[in-house]
């Protein structure tokens, strides 16, 4: 059981403004006497170097969660300095950030979700002068760290929280969601809520003042005999929800968020940020009909999720975010229904908002297992066009969700598909955000239901481990993870063949591709900054436009979306782009690499083409 360290007050401002380093290092694997690749020169190009654009804006960001990238002490868990020492991977791969999965101290229920302390580090992960080394050490690598932020709720066994149950006269009481319940008796009530039936301070029975259910399983309500209350928790019961209505808890939350500012990190990911609010007159959510995959009613969440409340919350923190130097970013875990509503995330015209919420419609949209041209077009057509100029933020695979190669895979082609989805995901105008062994084509590995992803009498299916198994860095024990054979989730079974080392080797690796499109897209200026056009838009089964600038040759992009060949001629007119031949850039598939017309090209199952045209 970890101690809990009290909040503490920010630190002297510390900038991070140290020059970077000439000449890049060695990209090393690591500290683990595993072999070297070879060093590739990251500079930028002359075109983004002179241009006033923030660095976020044709960032490739990389999501680490810190249990499972790498292990420097041999306990079998990922820590900080485990990540410091494949900084120079990170470099050779061409990641411009890295965003660090909650490494605060935690009781670990909901694997860090669920926060004790803003301001440290937890044990296991090191210690603020390992976090600090990372940043520091990840200016001289170019990569800089971008932190989880958890904003709606903290964990139950944080001082905040503990003070504020002790009683209802606690100064800290109304920095959460409390409410006495209604009478048990009370006309509407239904079975469900009086399954959490309790005796209020007058001896009367009441029950949750609505129909509001945890995402996670049960009554979102949660009682507390000390204060004879219930708390409103939209995730775990161990994880309260804030009250950002009382202007203490903004001030509290944001001076965390200066405290990592002031030491250098590059800015936030903003989790589960639509909740913040919920409806002051606690009104039940719409009732949906059936239960969901828990057992609970199914309702809606109107009055739980994205009130415009929250936008004003947001305008402040972007305002706060700003007096900092370097372009510091906001990211946003924001599952939206549409790009208009995505627009308001941005600030819509006024661009005051979120730099970057994630745009989930492209990677996890309603048929997000399908494989489908016209869905991706679509959507890719409206983020580009339908915000406000603002920059697209597109994500694929993450912590919380079966990993791509597995959703959009079709057992036979996923090596392809996996392919395809990176080329997507580089070419399009974005800045693009991708998650650890993805580079790899790592799978989705199901793992037992633990205690910290499924609370005991919760019928859920799958946990969340699958998609958290340790990075596969080498074929040798331990996929060179750790030196600890008892490692805190077991190794994938495929890591002899899917791993760092191995697919260094091979140029027709998922690895190799990953690199050679995040070059492409790093140093060729029309796919780093150019326009998009969508080219022969009705075509079901082939995804293909042009990026274009003025100040280089246009570049045509074509995947095919199914499991049988597909042929294509690609027309630019209406594009603005003069010329009739190409030349192959990268092309997964020999047969590609000697086109040189766009008319009547033919795309093997699953293939990717890049081509300039000249």
């Not at 000697?594 to 890049?610: F, M, R």
Request: aromatic letters at 10%; a negative charge.
């Amino acid at each position: 059981m970890m101690s809990i360290l009290p909040h503490s007050s920010p630190c002297r401002r510390f900038c991070g403004s140290a020059a970077l380093s000439a000449v890049l290092l060695a990209a090393s694997f690591g500290a683990l006497n595993t072999p070297l690749l070879a060093p590739i020169a990251h500079a930028q190009t002359a075109a983004a170097t002179s241009s006033a654009d923030p660095w976020w804006k044709h960032a490739v960001i990389y999501e680490i969660y810190p249990r499972s990238y790498q292990d420097s002490n041999g306990d079998g868990i990922g820590d900080l300095n485990g990540i410091t020492s494949r900084l120079g991977y990170l470099q050779h791969l061409g990641i411009d950030a890295i965003w660090i999965a909650p490494m605060y101290p935690s009781p670990q229920v909901d694997t860090g979700y669920d926060i004790s302390n803003y301001e440290a580090v937890d044990p296991t992960y090191g210690t603020l002068a390992d976090m600090q080394r990372l940043i520091t050490e990840g200016q001289q690598h170019h990569v800089r760290v971008i932190l989880d932020m958890v904003l709606n709720h903290t964990s139950d066994k944080d001082p905040w929280f503990v003070e504020a149950a002790s009683s209802r006269t606690d100064p800290k009481h109304d920095w959460y969601c409390w409410n006495d319940g209604i009478p048990a008796n009370s006309p509407g009530v239904t079975d469900y809520q009086k399954k959490n039936e309790q005796t209020g301070l007058d001896g009367k029975k009441v029950v949750p003042p609505n129909n509001w259910v945890s995402g996670f399983g049960g009554s979102a309500w949660q009682w507390v005999p000390a204060v004879h209350q219930f708390y409103y928790h939209e995730f775990f019961k161990q994880q309260p929800d804030l009250n950002w209505r009382n202007p203490a808890v903004e001030k509290a939350m944001f001076d965390s968020m200066r405290f990592w500012l002031d030491k250098g990190v590059a800015g936030f990911r903003l989790d589960a940020i639509p909740n913040l609010f919920e409806d002051p007159q606690l009104r039940n959510n719409p009732v949906l009909g059936g239960v969901n995959r828990n057992g609970d009613p199914k309702v809606g969440d109107k009055y739980t999720n994205n009130l415009p409340e929250v936008h004003d919350v947001i305008r402040r923190m972007r305002a706060m975010v700003a007096s900092y130097p370097g372009d510091r970013v906001l990211i946003g875990e924001t599952y939206l229904p549409s790009t208009s509503e995505l627009d308001v995330w941005y600030g819509g015209a006024a661009h005051n908002e979120l730099q970057l919420p994630m745009d989930m419609l492209v990677g996890f949209h309603g048929d997000h297992d399908k494989l489908d041209a016209t869905t991706f077009r679509k959507h890719i057509e409206e983020v580009e066009t339908q915000v406000h100029g603002s920059q697209p933020l597109i994500v694929f695979d993450n912590h919380d969700n079966k990993r791509a190669i597995d959703r959009y895979g079709d057992g036979v082609h996923d090596d392809l598909i996996n392919k395809l989805l990176a080329t997507v995901l580089f070419t399009t105008k974005d800045t693009a955000l991708m998650y650890y062994g993805e580079e790899l084509g790592m799978h989705t590995t199901p793992q037992p239901k633990r205690s910290m992803d499924v609370p005991p009498g919760v019928p859920k299916p799958d946990g969340r481990d699958g998609e958290r198994t340790p990075m596969q860095w080498t074929a040798g024990p331990q996929a060179g993870f750790s030196t600890n054979p008892h490692t805190w989730l077991p190794v994938a079974p495929d890591f002899k063949s899917v791993n760092v080392a191995t697919e260094s080797k091979d140029p027709n690796s998922e690895l190799s591709w990953f690199e050679q499109i995040i070059a492409l897209r790093r140093d060729n200026a029309a796919i780093r900054n150019g326009n998009v056009t969508m080219l022969d838009t009705s075509n079901p089964s082939v995804l293909s436009y042009v990026r274009t600038t003025d100040s280089g040759p246009a570049v045509v992009v074509a995947t095919n979306f199914t499991a049988t060949p597909q042929t294509v001629t690609l027309n630019l007119a209406g594009s603005g782009v003069n010329g009739s031949t190409v030349k192959t850039l990268a092309a997964d598939d020999p047969s590609l690499k000697s086109i040189s017309t766009l008319k009547n090209v033919t795309l093997p199952p699953y293939t990717s083409w890049v081509a300039s045209v000249q």
